[in-house]
């Protein structure tokens, strides 16, 4: 709530991509998965030429549809954040996730 007030006052901060992050983590570990997938996207789309949390919205995305047994997408993310963030955490959790996914 609190952070859905702040985009209400704030839509256009530096800060909101943030706020849609953590609104997407909560969905995530609500098991809203389409939810999340819908915040992790509002917040790349805030900074799209690479926020700090872009690489893990990614990421996190890539995990929902996995959880929704939407393989294609989800491998389709892990390749992008790859392929994006090479030099980053994600990228290697990324790698390693891809190795389970056919």
Known sequence: KKFRAFLKQYPQTVLSDNAH???AET???????????DEYQKAIDKD???GDK????LYKQALCFLEL?????????????????????EAEMAKRR?????
């Open 98 to 102: 891809l190795e389970g996914v056919k």
């Open 21 to 23: 992050f953590w609104i």
């Open 48 to 50: 799209p030429k690479g």
């Open 54 to 57: 872009n690489a893990t919205a």
């Open 27 to 37: 969905y995530f570990l609500e098991k809203e998965f389409e939810r999340a997938i």
């Open 69 to 89: 047994g939407d393989k294609k997408s989800a491998r389709s993310l892990l390749l992008r954040v790859m392929d994006r963030y090479p030099d980053s955490e």
